[in-house]
């Protein structure tokens, strides 16, 4: 396990953090990379511009956190669950969410691009129906303020 402070940026690597608690503290720009944070609990933190790479954080619990521009990589989230975090631009890449839970969060301009969709749920409402009820519906008319600009 190596955890150094470089720059004033906390860099975690290889280390076996499950089931920990971190509560008011300022892990802005911090680096975890092959960590196992699985079960942990997070709450009330500063995760601003984190960078979490090859990481299992399975089953973690993130609550009233800042989580914007958090860069998750190849990193297992199952069982996660997110609630109540200020999380804009945050980017996942190559990341296991499967069963992942997010509550009160704000999706808008959110892009979801070449995912596993099984089973997903939107308040309720399974997004493969979502997109079977889109499908069927006629098409959408033109813009008309485009139309009348032309």
Request: with cysteine; proline share 1%; glycine share 4%.
């Amino acid at each position: 396990m190596d955890i150094d402070d470089v720059n004033d940026r906390l860099r975690v690597s290889n280390a076996v953090l499950a089931g920990s608690s971190f509560r008011d503290v300022n892990l802005s720009n911090a680096s975890f990379d092959q960590a196992n944070l699985s079960a942990a609990r997070v709450a009330c933190a500063n995760l601003s511009n984190a960078r979490i790479e090859d990481a299992n954080l399975s089953n973690l619990a993130v609550e009233n956190a800042n989580l914007s521009n958090a860069r998750f990589a190849r990193a297992t989230l199952s069982g996660a669950a997110v609630s109540d975090c200020l999380a804009a631009g945050m980017r996942f890449d190559d990341v296991n969410l499967a069963g992942a839970r997010f509550r009160d969060v704000n999706l808008s301009n959110a892009s979801i691009e070449n995912a596993n969709l099984a089973g997903m749920r939107i308040d309720g409402v399974l997004v493969s129906d979502l997109f079977a009820a889109y499908a069927g519906r006629p098409a959408a008319p033109e813009d008309e303020t485009t139309e009348s600009a032309e």
